[in-house]
């Protein structure tokens, strides 16, 4: 399906009928303690634009991760028909580990079916670009963008029409490669296959299981697809609403 993807067609409608703006907070746990992660994203023309900003509490100036992440909305041709869909563009993410910076840029290379990469760090080993050729497979998904892609890709109404079926797609880890150093066994590339599966309804919210290198993490939604809470069992990570606490049904 690289072909395909690659004979993207730009286009100012968005699929699912649009994306409205939304900013919101959430508590972020880990092994490590508890943090504050603000989350936003719009529409501008055809493009999507995702951010984070993971704080070490509420109000607090200190920024211990920020992202950006912007795929654009349009359709592509696969075998004379047209699909609407979502292309990764471009990605920013930047970490303070130990109060140095470290960033990885991300631009999609069309011409050579391939994502530039730009690492700065203070360790030699990343530093520099990288030209990374994109893997066969129809959607991609930045890891930091994964609800609204998987809305926008119509994935997520896809899923729950067939709740018995698990649908491929693939991540794109935008904060690679620091993100491989701290997870456990997330792998060593930039790229990971990933399936979402609908796993029913609880108190009212949407459950969705996306499998990774043989992890999970779910994602809870509303009834409209709105972001409630997610949690990544494997790593210990929760993202509730601020105040809430991790429920039994998640663990």
Not at 13 to 19: A, F, R, Y
Not at 27 to 46: C, P
Not at 114 to 131: A, D, F, I, R, Y
Not at 183 to 209: C, H, Q, W
Request: include cysteine; hydrophobic fraction near 35%.
């Amino acid at each position: 399906m690289l072909a395909s993807f690659l004979l993207f067609l730009s286009c100012a409608s968005h699929p699912e009928g649009g994306l409205n703006p939304s900013k919101k907070k959430f508590s972020y746990s880990d092994v490590t303690g508890t943090y504050s992660l603000t989350r936003e994203h719009k529409s501008a023309g055809s493009k999507i634009v995702t951010r984070s900003q993971l704080s070490s509490n509420e109000g607090s100036t200190k920024i211990l991760e920020k992202s950006i992440t912007v795929s654009q909305a349009g359709v592509l041709l696969d075998s004379g028909k047209k699909l609407k869909t979502l292309r990764p563009f471009a990605s920013e993410f930047t970490v303070w580990l130990e109060g140095k910076k470290y960033l990885s840029k991300m631009k999609l290379n069309v011409k050579k079916k391939s994502m530039t990469v730009q690492l700065e760090s203070p360790e030699e080993k990343w530093n520099g670009l990288q030209e990374i050729p994109f893997p066969k497979g129809q959607y991609f998904c930045f890891y930091t963008q994964i609800p609204e892609c998987l809305y926008l890709n119509n994935l997520l109404r896809k899923a729950k029409t067939a709740p018995n079926q698990s649908i491929p797609f693939i991540i794109i880890w935008d904060p690679y490669p620091f993100i491989q150093e701290q997870m456990t066994n997330v792998g060593k590339n930039l790229f990971a296959p990933a399936s979402v599966k609908f796993d029913g309804e609880f108190k009212n919210l949407f459950r969705y299981i996306v499998e990774v290198e043989g992890q999970i993490i779910l994602y809870h939604f509303t009834p409209s697809f709105e972001l409630i809470k997610a949690a990544w069992i494997a790593q210990g990570i929760s993202i509730v609403p601020p105040g809430e606490e991790v429920a039994n049904d998640e663990e």
